[in-house]
């Protein structure tokens, strides 16, 4: 057995517990699973199958922990790992699935099966076959918390010049976007970029928001690596500036994998140390529009537009109906994509795979089917509340020709709130291709 072999197994061992057990002992092979994954849909193959790619770890789990295995391994199929067998459920594991859990919610059984995918993940990323950009990612994260003198002063210069952004789409000279406030109601974690910054400071300011702006971003790459350490790592610097500050809430950028680690996963991490709600600012908005805050004129968005339900925020996370709030109260022709809300098609860009240009081609593949979604409404515009989904929706659009834009929540609500310096267009989003420029912003 070889170092690495070894490593990965010792990985799988921490990890084997009773979800995790479950979803390896209870498979009925029905086949249920399979018209639920996009991946199929988009190329009706054995190797798209959910419940294949799941019997690769458990070919590998049987030969360790079965008896039967042991003694008869044809008899059950079980199969030793091997580097070669390692890097083979690596590559399945980082490229052949997007951790969206459609497979899971209409599993008979419920087998969890992105909870296998991502205890490959683990191995592979213990081991080095992880996709290096995510790991960069994930690091460049972990340094900044450890040391955000390193960028601080930057990142102070380039806010105060966003705020002369955010004084002209106002119309408010005094308009401010507080950094490291002590005090404040709600610290608001951004992703990398103006663009999930000025919309939503916009929206706060309207609305007389005590806020403040975290130092770091949202995105969280130790989750999508299945590294646990990292990834608790990387939220451990926004609980601690939390904390610090007094804040009494985190307020989530539109992300949906930032969101549904900090408000699903961290309160598991750091138990009770961990005395913050969470939120998404999608449930922010939705709030401010129930309760009559902000004051919207859906004829400002009148053309054909629907909504994508983002797999971490919606599926996963429970966020469904918060953005039709907003949707209906910002819109004059909301279209429903069927199927939506927890049946959405994954778009094929999420758990990293927007990040990692090698796999450009099998996103657009797979994304296939949430384009013939769109064509099917005749929406014109797509919002979605996740980074992820308008990158990968937008290189969709340009791919096949769709004609769509895409656009976020919050785009949309500044716009009906018609400000004095909002566009009366909405921007395409951009595509995977400017990503790189955009993360060195924050």
Known sequence: MSEKTETALGVLQKQ??????????????CGICTEACHY????????????????????????EYDWLSK?????????????EKLATLAEMAFTKCTLCARCTINCPMGVDTPLLMTSIRAMATATGNAPEILEMLADSAIEKGRDPSSYLGYFLDSIKDMEKELQELTGNPQARIPVQKKGARILYVALAG?????????????VREDWTLSIYEAANYGVFLGDASRAKAIARRIADEARELGVQEIVISECGHAYYAMRWTAPNWFGDEFNFRVRSIVEVIADYVQRGRLDLDPAANPEPIAYHDSCNLGRKGGVIEEPRIIMKAVTTDFRELTPSREEAYCCGGGSGLVANPDVMDLRMLTGKPKVEQVRRSGASIVVAACENCRLQLGDLSAHYGAGFGVTAIADLVVKAMRLPGAKNTIETAMTSAQLDAVRVEK
């Open 40 to 63: 199929y849909q988009a190329e009706p193959i054995a190797a798209h199958m959910p419940s294949m790619r799941a019997e690769e770890l458990r070919k590998v789990y049987r030969s």
């Open 71 to 83: 003694l008869f391994p044809a008899w059950t199929r079980s199969e030793k790992l091997t580097d």
């Open 194 to 206: 103006a663009h999930t910054i000025l919309p939503a400071a916009a929206i706060f300011e309207t």
């Open 16 to 29: 084997v517990n009773q979800p995790l057990a479950a979803a390896l002992e209870v498979c009925a092979r």
